[in-house]
């Protein structure tokens, strides 16, 4: 049901039961991303979990009594060294694991994307994904049942290639906000993308702090069991509850059309034929200058979580709840640091988004600082702080590149950032795991160095955006989206809060 069907409210019935039936008929897809999301956060810390348990017990074939001690973070039982030799083995693994992660979604999101766009299709983005995670967790329960005769290689493929070859959470969520965008008036459809954002980083966040506790009480067979269980819950709430977007092209396909379309590699290059064609402000260069500031920004974001725990439990000898809570602390305290630099620098301050985009990378900058000297645990807090507004980088980018198309290309645009999301994991993911397991006995904290190397550039390159202002200024585009309305306000794009989302695909 879409919102134009929906009844106009009698000024009457202002009652609380007509509210809650307007409610009712609002929610659509909000079910299915909470039944999506929190599995996917929640079941993060037990899939590394089982690597480095395969990894140990497997692999290396380590006596029982190390492993035992190295599982439950008990010092007296194993030798630094069988830490590094475990953590090592994981690594190498991660390497080649992010490269998949990277590709498969870097060439899926434009094809479907635009496949979606040509045959008005939605839920189709919604479900594929959602199929992968059921054969993942399947898969998963099968490595757990046969743990000694499948390595860690297995279990990692078995993480992988059902993820990457049905899109991940990228897909899911192009597909989530695609819908909602569909389905929603002009009037409301900054609050209902509003809603979905909300709805998106409790899930994560509720999901990661439940991961580590999840985990020690039910183990794996019960983490994958009931991640099974909510996303085959979601795959039909998706089928059946969900209503298709009305078809209102001179041309409806059948269905065996609608699937040779989808690897339709003519029309998805002419979907993106905008970037290249000449325009009286020269924004290609703006163009090609935002794509690479997507790219510097997010990926030491990327880089640093794929080897996050590995640090953690290394450095500060820390378990899976002890991890938890703090990811559910950097989740609240990121996306609070996002809230306040919208509503601070954008409206009230006034700021261009180059600058905020500026303000964010250096806080980037101290926050990496703070974490590489970082030797205790409350200093290792701390740094989150620091490094709170570090989120609205990404956000700046979107905002800047959306003023510089028009309406009917601000879809285009954000797959390109999906793109931009996958091409990321697959350069910084594979970096970040070579560089710690390099440098995991002399300097493990490496990795932060260079993330705030990669980050000094980005500083440059929005100040440059900044001088140039002008540019998306003078930009062809209605008066609507020319605005001075606050960033959150003023595009119907996807919006992703960068620190809380991600990549969810490399939480694994």
């Not at 190390?66 to 590094?84: P, V």
């Not at 993911?429 to 000094?456: D, E, M, R």
Request: hydrophobic share 45%; proline share 3%.
């Amino acid at each position: 049901m879409t919102e134009k069907e929906i009844e106009k409210p009698n000024q009457k019935q202002n009652g609380i039961l007509h509210r809650l039936n307007l409610c009712k008929q609002y929610i659509t897809v909000e079910p299915v991303l909470l039944l999506f999301m929190m599995p996917f956060s929640m079941s993060s810390l037990t899939i590394q979990n089982l690597n480095l348990e395969k990894a140990c017990r497997v692999n290396l074939n380590l006596t029982e009594s190390i492993c035992d001690a190295l599982q439950f973070r008990n010092r007296s039982g194993y030798n630094e060294s069988d830490e590094i030799l475990v953590q090592r083995v994981v690594a190498s693994s991660y390497i080649w694991k992010n490269v998949v992660y990277g590709v498969f979604p870097a060439i899926l999101l434009p094809m479907l994307g635009s496949w979606s766009d040509r045959n008005n299709v939605r839920k189709a983005l919604m479900l594929i994904p959602l199929a992968g995670e059921v054969i993942a967790n399947v898969g998963f329960l099968l490595c757990t049942y046969f743990f000694y005769q499948l390595s860690m290689e297995v279990s990692i493929a078995v993480e992988v290639f059902p993820t990457a070859l049905t899109g991940g959470s990228n897909m899911f969520l192009l597909g989530i906000f695609t819908y909602v965008a569909t389905i929603s008036t002009t009037k409301y459809r900054t609050f209902r993308i509003g809603v979905v954002h909300v709805l998106f980083n409790i899930s994560v966040t509720i999901g990661y702090a439940l991961s580590g506790i999840m985990y020690n009480e039910v183990g794996f067979y019960g983490v994958f069991s009931i991640s099974l269980i909510m996303y085959s819950l979601a795959a039909i709430y998706t089928m059946y509850y969900i209503n298709e977007i009305e078809n209102t092209s001179e041309k409806v396909r059948i269905k065996l059309e609608l699937i040779k379309d989808m690897v339709n590699v003519k029309q998805t290059y002419n979907t993106f034929r905008f970037l290249f064609k000449p325009h009286p402000t020269n924004r290609r260069t703006h163009f090609a200058v935002i794509m690479v500031l997507a790219i510097l920004v997010l990926g030491p974001f990327i880089g640093e979580m794929t080897v996050m725990y590995l640090y953690t439990r290394f450095k500060f000898n820390w378990d899976e709840i002890n991890y938890s809570i703090f990811y559910a602390y950097y989740c609240v305290a990121h996306l609070f640091g996002c809230l306040v630099a919208l509503s601070l620098f954008t409206k009230y301050l006034g700021l261009d988004d180059a600058l905020l985009g500026a303000i964010s990378s250096v806080s980037k900058i101290i926050g990496g600082v703070a974490y590489m000297l970082a030797k205790t645990p409350v200093i290792f807090y701390i740094a989150t702080l620091l490094e709170i507004f570090n989120g609205t980088a990404f956000i700046a980018s979107r905002s800047i590149l959306t003023k510089l198309v028009s309406n009917e290309e601000l879809g285009k645009v954000n797959s390109l950032f999906g793109i931009a999301e996958a091409v990321t994991g697959l350069i910084y993911g594979p970096v970040y795991s070579a560089i710690y397991k390099a440098f995991l006995h002399s300097f493990p904290s490496a990795f932060f160095l260079v993330g705030i190397i990669f980050t000094i550039p980005p500083i440059l390159m929005y100040l440059w955006l900044y001088k140039h202002r002008h540019i998306r200024e003078s930009s062809h585009q209605p008066e609507d989206v020319k605005t001075k309305e606050p960033l959150l306000v003023q595009t119907n794009e996807i919006i992703t809060l960068q620190n809380c989302e991600i990549h969810m695909d490399k939480k694994k």
